[in-house]
Protein backbone atom coordinates (compact mmCIF):
# COMPACT_ATOMS: atom_id res chain seq x y z
CA UNK A 1 0.00 0.00 0.00
CA UNK A 2 1.18 3.49 -1.11
CA UNK A 3 1.72 6.06 2.34
CA UNK A 4 1.50 9.87 2.45
CA UNK A 5 5.39 9.52 2.29
CA UNK A 6 5.94 7.49 -0.78
CA UNK A 7 3.31 9.86 -2.96
CA UNK A 8 5.16 12.54 -1.39
CA UNK A 9 8.99 10.49 -2.53
CA UNK A 10 6.90 10.62 -5.93
CA UNK A 11 6.03 13.84 -6.75
CA UNK A 12 9.79 15.13 -5.75
CA UNK A 13 11.43 13.06 -7.73
CA UNK A 14 8.95 13.94 -10.67
CA UNK A 15 9.37 17.63 -10.06
CA UNK A 16 13.14 16.91 -10.46
CA UNK A 17 12.35 15.49 -13.92
CA UNK A 18 12.93 17.79 -17.10
CA UNK A 19 9.63 17.24 -18.05
CA UNK A 20 7.40 20.23 -18.82
CA UNK A 21 4.43 18.36 -17.67
CA UNK A 22 2.42 19.91 -14.98
CA UNK A 23 -0.37 18.99 -12.10
CA UNK A 24 -2.97 21.54 -12.67
CA UNK A 25 -6.12 23.30 -10.60
CA UNK A 26 -8.73 24.10 -13.04
CA UNK A 27 -10.45 26.90 -10.88
CA UNK A 28 -14.11 28.41 -11.28
CA UNK A 29 -14.66 31.66 -9.10
CA UNK A 30 -18.78 32.25 -8.25
CA UNK A 31 -19.98 28.67 -6.34
CA UNK A 32 -16.18 27.58 -5.55
CA UNK A 33 -14.88 30.81 -3.89
CA UNK A 34 -17.62 33.13 -3.67
CA UNK A 35 -20.69 31.91 -2.42
CA UNK A 36 -23.50 34.02 -0.79
CA UNK A 37 -22.88 35.17 2.86
CA UNK A 38 -19.88 32.95 3.10
CA UNK A 39 -16.14 33.57 3.74
CA UNK A 40 -14.30 34.25 0.91
CA UNK A 41 -10.89 34.23 3.25
CA UNK A 42 -12.11 30.58 4.27
CA UNK A 43 -12.57 29.35 1.00
CA UNK A 44 -9.38 31.06 -0.67
CA UNK A 45 -7.06 29.28 2.22
CA UNK A 46 -8.13 26.02 1.55
CA UNK A 47 -7.43 26.52 -2.23
CA UNK A 48 -4.01 27.61 -0.81
CA UNK A 49 -3.32 24.68 1.25
CA UNK A 50 -4.91 22.16 -1.75
CA UNK A 51 -2.01 23.89 -3.94
CA UNK A 52 0.98 24.38 -1.05
CA UNK A 53 0.07 19.87 -0.58
CA UNK A 54 0.25 19.06 -4.21
CA UNK A 55 2.36 21.54 -5.98
CA UNK A 56 -0.60 22.53 -8.67
CA UNK A 57 -0.96 25.36 -10.83
CA UNK A 58 -3.97 27.39 -10.91
CA UNK A 59 -5.59 27.91 -14.40
CA UNK A 60 -8.59 29.86 -14.42
CA UNK A 61 -11.77 28.84 -15.78
CA UNK A 62 -14.31 31.29 -14.29
CA UNK A 63 -16.41 33.90 -16.51
CA UNK A 64 -14.59 36.10 -14.86
CA UNK A 65 -10.73 34.80 -16.81
CA UNK A 66 -10.76 37.79 -18.91
CA UNK A 67 -7.65 39.55 -16.64
CA UNK A 68 -5.59 37.05 -15.08
CA UNK A 69 -3.53 39.42 -13.69
CA UNK A 70 -6.40 41.45 -11.93
CA UNK A 71 -8.09 38.05 -10.48
CA UNK A 72 -4.59 37.02 -9.25
CA UNK A 73 -4.23 40.46 -6.98
CA UNK A 74 -7.82 40.29 -6.40
CA UNK A 75 -7.33 36.73 -4.36
CA UNK A 76 -4.09 37.83 -3.07
CA UNK A 77 -6.59 40.20 -1.04
CA UNK A 78 -8.39 37.11 0.19
CA UNK A 79 -4.88 36.15 1.88
CA UNK A 80 -4.20 33.24 -1.30
CA UNK A 81 -0.59 32.73 -0.37
CA UNK A 82 1.89 35.18 -1.30
CA UNK A 83 3.39 32.58 -3.36
CA UNK A 84 0.91 31.16 -5.51
CA UNK A 85 0.01 32.52 -8.60
CA UNK A 86 -2.69 32.22 -11.35
CA UNK A 87 -0.86 30.24 -13.57
CA UNK A 88 -2.70 30.52 -17.11
CA UNK A 89 -7.03 30.61 -17.91
CA UNK A 90 -8.74 28.42 -20.19
CA UNK A 91 -9.60 29.60 -23.75
CA UNK A 92 -12.31 32.79 -24.28
CA UNK A 93 -14.32 30.99 -26.64
CA UNK A 94 -17.91 30.06 -26.67
CA UNK A 95 -17.64 26.33 -25.70
CA UNK A 96 -18.58 25.25 -22.52
CA UNK A 97 -16.58 25.15 -19.75
CA UNK A 98 -16.15 21.25 -19.68
CA UNK A 99 -14.92 22.23 -23.54
CA UNK A 100 -12.83 24.91 -22.66
CA UNK A 101 -11.06 22.83 -20.02
CA UNK A 102 -10.28 19.42 -22.69
CA UNK A 103 -8.76 21.97 -25.47
CA UNK A 104 -6.55 23.58 -22.29
CA UNK A 105 -5.73 19.75 -21.25
CA UNK A 106 -5.24 18.90 -25.27
CA UNK A 107 -2.37 22.06 -25.83
CA UNK A 108 -0.64 21.43 -22.50
CA UNK A 109 1.79 18.40 -21.30
CA UNK A 110 -0.76 17.42 -17.99
CA UNK A 111 0.24 14.97 -15.37
CA UNK A 112 -2.50 15.21 -13.12
CA UNK A 113 -5.47 17.55 -12.74
CA UNK A 114 -8.53 18.73 -10.63
CA UNK A 115 -11.24 20.55 -11.35
CA UNK A 116 -13.33 22.80 -8.99
CA UNK A 117 -16.51 23.87 -10.23
CA UNK A 118 -20.18 24.59 -9.78
CA UNK A 119 -21.37 23.10 -12.86
CA UNK A 120 -21.57 19.33 -13.49
CA UNK A 121 -18.91 18.25 -16.06
CA UNK A 122 -18.55 16.04 -19.08
CA UNK A 123 -18.75 12.26 -18.07
CA UNK A 124 -15.11 12.44 -19.36
CA UNK A 125 -13.86 14.93 -16.94
CA UNK A 126 -16.47 14.15 -13.56
CA UNK A 127 -13.94 12.05 -12.08
CA UNK A 128 -11.69 14.65 -12.27
CA UNK A 129 -13.74 17.03 -10.93
CA UNK A 130 -15.07 18.23 -7.17
CA UNK A 131 -18.45 19.76 -7.39
CA UNK A 132 -19.65 22.21 -5.27
CA UNK A 133 -22.36 24.39 -4.74
CA UNK A 134 -23.42 28.08 -5.63
CA UNK A 135 -25.15 28.24 -2.51
CA UNK A 136 -22.35 26.37 -0.14
CA UNK A 137 -18.79 27.00 -1.62
CA UNK A 138 -15.69 25.07 -1.46
CA UNK A 139 -16.77 24.15 2.03
CA UNK A 140 -15.00 21.24 4.14
CA UNK A 141 -16.18 18.26 2.49
CA UNK A 142 -15.56 19.98 -0.83
CA UNK A 143 -11.76 20.17 0.67
CA UNK A 144 -10.84 16.69 1.72
CA UNK A 145 -12.95 15.50 -1.51
CA UNK A 146 -10.83 17.58 -3.99
CA UNK A 147 -7.59 16.66 -1.76
CA UNK A 148 -8.68 12.59 -1.85
CA UNK A 149 -9.33 12.76 -5.48
CA UNK A 150 -6.18 14.28 -6.16
CA UNK A 151 -4.02 12.18 -3.81
CA UNK A 152 -5.75 9.11 -6.10
CA UNK A 153 -4.36 10.18 -8.71
CA UNK A 154 -0.68 10.53 -7.47
CA UNK A 155 -1.50 6.82 -6.11
CA UNK A 156 -2.43 5.30 -9.70
CA UNK A 157 0.45 7.24 -11.20
CA UNK A 158 2.73 5.36 -8.67
CA UNK A 159 1.53 2.21 -9.49
CA UNK A 160 2.21 2.78 -13.29
CA UNK A 161 5.63 3.15 -12.44
Known sequence: MLTDESIEQ???????????????LFLDNVGVLFAPNKPV??????????IDEFKLKI?????????????DEYLHNFELNEDIHIFDRTGLDD?????QIMNWILKHDVRHFLILDDELMDPVLKDYAVQTSFWSGFTEYAFREAQDN?????????QNI
Do not use: H, M, P
Open 150 to 158: IRNQFRLSC
Open 59 to 71: VLTSSERYDVKAF
Open 10 to 24: FKTERAKEKSTAGDY
Open 95 to 99: NERDQ
Open 41 to 50: ELFVSRVSEL
